[in-house]
């Protein structure tokens, strides 16, 4: 049950609450949910008892709280901007990372009353590309990004699949654990001439994904020169590529 208002919340927890003569660790808890600081787009929300049972679901659109009473042995709390349905998603092949902001975390709730404040994190890179090359005899290149990353559970962790979506400008790219491979691919004509180690080249520079919001990078690629250069607020790195056919 969700409560929208402060007053009738107070009527119904004084009629509701368990008599001070009683043995009060059976009460359930009142946990308050306090959405604060959204990221765009409306925030879908997902509550349920650790025994995976649904308490509560929804969609909030600005700062709000919310009050639910739930079992004094804890819940699980997921919220997403981005996707809907609050926890997990799939990205279909083909296509780019949706611009998507995870919560996802146990609740404690064995007190009568408990405040949860959900900060929802950046789970999505943006890919910017400049590319800088001869042209293929003619014929126009293209770049694409593949890796086995296509999308994340309902715990927020990567999820594996094929993932490939094609680079116009940027790209945006989901959360992959540090050891996933990543491949930037240049195509022609729909075949695949040059293959670079993308996600080796970022873990050698010291992208790190695993902070709680995932940092955009910046790449030029200059098949001219043979060099690759990336960069994010925080650094910047200039690497010969290996090349492979």
């Known amino acids: 049950m969700c409560f929208k208002s402060w007053g009738t919340l107070t009527a119904l927890i004084l009629l509701a609450s368990c008599s001070v003569k009683e043995d009060r660790n059976g009460c359930p808890c009142l946990l308050s949910i306090a959405f604060e600081n959204l990221p765009p787009g409306p925030v879908d929300y997902d509550l349920r008892g650790l025994d995976g049972s649904e308490l509560a679901h929804g969609t909030v659109t600005r700062d709000t709280t919310l009050a639910f009473q739930v079992p004094r042995n804890g819940v699980r709390l997921t919220a997403a901007s981005g996707v809907t349905g609050g926890s997990g998603f799939h990205i279909p092949y083909g296509s780019e990372c949706p611009p998507v902001y995870l919560y996802c975390n146990s609740v404690y709730t064995g007190h009568e009353h408990v405040l949860v404040k959900p900060v929802l994190h950046k789970s999505h890179c943006v890919l910017n590309l ?13 770049v694409a990004v593949r890796g086995s990353v296509n999308g994340a559970g309902a715990d927020s962790r990567p999820t594996y699949g094929e993932f490939r979506c094609n680079v116009s400008g940027h790209c945006l790219l989901p959360r992959q654990n540090p050891s996933d491979m990543l491949w930037l691919d240049i195509v022609m004509e729909d075949s695949i001439v040059r293959t670079f180690a993308l996600g080796t080249y970022l873990r050698n520079a010291g992208y790190d994904w695993t902070e709680p919001d995932l940092a955009d990078i910046s790449i030029e690629l200059s098949l001219s020169v043979t060099t690759l250069r990336m960069s994010t607020n925080d650094w910047s790195v200039t690497v010969p590529f290996n090349v492979e056919i």
Do not use: A, T
């Not at 400049?130 to 293209?142: H, M, Q, R, T």
């Open 130 to 142: 400049i590319l800088d090359g001869p042209p293929g005899d003619g014929k126009p290149l293209g």
